[in-house]
């Protein structure tokens, strides 16, 4: 059974920083492809960057390009998303998200999803 847990959420003021991380196990995670996803109030979920199994192939939503930074560690089975220059819309819900099989990427139709971790950005 896949399980994701995510940490690292809080407030931060406008142009600050945060990292989040991701505990997964339950499977050989080196071998999928892992990716952050976030929920506004009243949005629906949104695709915010992804990483392929090895760390080498990453891609990234227009609205974070060049401020956040997705990474991976295949020996510590985790996965992290640092955040520079944050801005009030990047306030949402942010769920770490797993690939259900190999070769694909994590879509907000089909994925493996942990709880979420909150992030507020005050202006």
């Known amino acids: 059974q896949v399980q994701l847990v995510e940490s690292g959420g809080g407030l931060v003021q406008a142009g600050g920083s945060l990292r989040l991380s991701c505990a997964a196990s339950g499977r050989t995670f080196s071998s999928y492809a892992m990716g952050w996803f976030r929920q506004a109030p009243g949005k629906e979920r949104e695709f915010v960057a992804v990483i392929d199994w090895s760390g080498g192939s990453t891609y990234y939503a227009d609205s974070v390009k060049g401020r956040f930074t997705i990474s991976r560690d295949n020996a510590k089975n985790t996965l992290s998303l640092q955040m520079n220059s944050l801005k009030p819309e990047d306030t949402a819900v942010y769920y770490c998200?797993?690939?259900?099989?190999?070769?694909?990427?994590?879509?907000?139709?089909?994925?493996?999803w942990g709880q979420g971790t909150q992030v507020t950005v005050s202006s």
């Open positions: 998200a797993a690939a259900r099989f190999p070769g694909v990427v994590p879509t907000t139709n089909n994925a493996y």
